[in-house]
């Protein structure tokens, strides 16, 4: 009933910068929070960042300051501009989004594909 896409990620090299961003569609009567999480390699997914409809924003203590969640909420969409860039950023990155369905579906909370961000010289 919601799709998410994402697009924007790819190989960067170390204090390079990259643009994520995640479009959802479908039956949405209203968004609360979009978010963006990583996983590597042998690792668990863990929380990047995410912001609320009211634009008050988390991040991680190991991207804080160099990373940037922005929402737009006309479009549904959410992004991750990242900056300066380490090797331990390399993860598959995915959205998260969740909120309201129309009609009176009730709630949703879904994931996106997953994007590839590899950072390495």
């Known amino acids: 009933q919601v799709q998410l896409v994402e697009s924007g990620g790819g190989l960067v090299q170390p204090g390079g910068s990259l643009r994520l961003s995640c479009a959802a569609s479908g039956s949405i009567l209203s968004i609360r929070v979009m978010g963006w999480y990583r996983q590597a390699p042998g690792k668990l997914r863990e929380l990047v960042a995410r912001i609320t409809t009211s634009s008050n924003t988390n991040y991680a203590d190991s991207v804080r300051g160099r990373f940037t969640i922005a929402r737009d909420n006309a479009e549904n969409t959410v992004y991750l501009q990242m900056n300066s860039l380490k090797p331990e950023d390399t993860a598959v990155y995915y959205c998260?989004?969740?909120?309201?369905?129309?009609?009176?579906?009730?709630?949703?909370?879904?994931w996106g594909q997953g994007t590839q961000v590899t950072v390495s010289s």
């Open positions: 998260n989004v969740n909120g309201v369905l129309s009609n009176f579906q009730g709630s949703f909370d879904s």
